[in-house]
């Protein structure tokens, strides 16, 4: 082998055919490089699996590119006189699809963003985006810690608004898996805060909090003012801490916050994991539901809230955000600060809730009635929704029985009872 042609490289020893024939070219030392590169690329493989493991699995496809641009430009059009162009995150979620259809209607511009995660059957997160695209919504296939697709999409548009409603949701799975809901609702709330706080100009931000931070709180109804330092579960931990997080955002940078106490929320296209989806689809396979009992007995309630009356809340709380006064990073004057319950104001217990859904079913429920484990449920729930009255015109309209109704008619749709084929339902 020529010198000339394989110059030696600054601080390693030259190498000459011989150093090449004593370290290359015994079959022994081959194998043992062989053996070394194997358990490299295996350690890393499980570092990449190990680091990651709590988080859902996601596919990200979203490839950025001209085609790409021109979708999330035209997403974002505004069709109406000093209309909104709106983030939506967790647009493919309950609550966002709902949100996203509702401001497109109206002529506003909206660009979604999800990470189609696992966390419940994804089939049904396609059907929504599906119903979203047909009305020109374009959802990009990211998680909210991408800043780089958060970066790319601010220099795209000038967003005016961000709804911020991607979360680990789920009170009783935080057991299961707490890092998913670090994950999302704490390091996803930061990274989109950032690229809030940075853009020029800052969009105002309306997010979901959860009535789930008033934890062990009984001092019924719930006020916004009430003690919300006593969480039961990590979900609601983490949603309290978001409230704190916003508000140093807001401190510091001049973030226009507007969180919203969302409270049981339910109805068509709703969350497959809650319990009014879950005994719904028991109830017409015939299988047992777990009704859970507070203690002494006592049923549990909920202050269950219908998703038309959520979308007026969030939309009323899109319409009176302030603006943000931050400019590159820099906070300019004092933005608003607001926090607001969105219940319907009417607990009703879990048994009720059951044989609402067995009248509208005409089917009998297989009940099995157990003592509330220790997982971080709450006994009851209960909205004062004074404050939301006041400042976003909001008055929920639909009751249980009505808003189940609607739930039961979709739901028997969706899965195709009606023309007599049934869709597998997975949760
Ligand atoms: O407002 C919120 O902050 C939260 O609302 C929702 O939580 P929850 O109020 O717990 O709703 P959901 O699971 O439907 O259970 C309803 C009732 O059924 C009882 N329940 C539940 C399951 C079961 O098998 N049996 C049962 O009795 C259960 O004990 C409870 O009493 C959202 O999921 C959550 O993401 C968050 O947004």
Not at 182 to 195: K, R, W, Y
Request: with cysteine; aromatic share 12%.
């Amino acid at each position: 082998m020529d010198e000339e042609l394989f110059p030696s490289t600054p601080g390693k020893i030259k190498s000459d055919r011989r150093t090449f024939h004593r370290c290359f070219a015994s079959t022994s030392t081959m194998f043992l490089w062989a053996l070394f590169l194997i358990a490299l690329t295996a350690s890393y493989l499980s570092f990449i699996a190990t680091g990651n493991h709590y988080i859902h699995h996601t596919s990200h496809r979203s490839v950025t590119g001209p085609h790409w641009e021109k979708r999330v430009l035209s997403s974002s059009q505004i069709h109406r006189k000093n209309g909104f162009s709106v983030l939506v995150t967790g647009a493919a979620g309950f609550v966002g699809t709902h949100v996203s259809l509702a401001l497109k209607k109206r002529g506003d511009g909206v660009v979604g963003i999800d990470n189609f995660n696992d966390y419940y059957d994804p089939t049904l997160k396609k059907a929504r985006r599906k119903m979203l695209e047909s009305k020109n919504i374009f959802i990009i296939n990211a998680d909210i810690n991408d800043q780089n697709i958060l970066a790319k999409l601010f220099e795209i548009v000038a967003f005016t608004h961000v709804m911020h409603l991607a979360a680990q949701a789920g009170v009783r799975y935080a057991m299961e898996n707490p890092k998913s809901y670090v994950h999302s609702n704490i390091a996803g709330l930061v990274t989109l805060l950032e690229q809030c706080k940075s853009a020029d100009p800052q969009p105002a931000v309306v997010w979901a909090s959860s009535s789930s931070v008033y934890g062990l709180n009984d001092k019924v109804p719930f006020s916004e003012s009430d003690r919300t330092d006593q969480p039961a579960s990590l979900y609601a931990a983490t949603k309290k801490a978001g409230e704190e997080i916003t508000h140093t955002y807001n401190h510091i940078y001049g973030l226009s916050i507007t969180g919203l106490r969302f409270f049981t929320v339910y109805g068509p296209w709703g969350r497959p994991d809650m319990a009014y989806f879950s005994f719904t689809k028991n109830i017409l396979q015939g299988k047992p539901i777990t009704v859970y009992r507070g203690k002494n007995g006592v049923d549990l309630a909920r202050d269950f809230t219908y998703i038309d009356d959520i979308v007026k809340g969030c939309v009323g709380s899109l319409d009176t955000a302030g603006k943000s006064t931050g400019s590159g990073g820099k906070k300019k004057g004092p933005a608003p600060y607001r926090i607001f319950n969105l219940g319907n104001t009417s607990p009703v217990t879990v048994p009720t809730l059951v044989s609402i859904l067995e009248k509208n079913l005409k089917m009998k429920a297989k009940k099995n009635v157990v003592d509330m484990p220790g997982n971080g449920d709450v006994p009851f729930t209960h909205a004062n929704i004074s404050l939301a009255q006041r400042e976003l015109g909001y008055r929920p309209t639909t009751d249980l029985p009505t808003g189940l109704r609607k739930f039961v008619k979709w739901y028997l749709w969706y899965y195709g009872y009606e023309q007599g084929k049934v869709k597998s339902v997975k949760s």
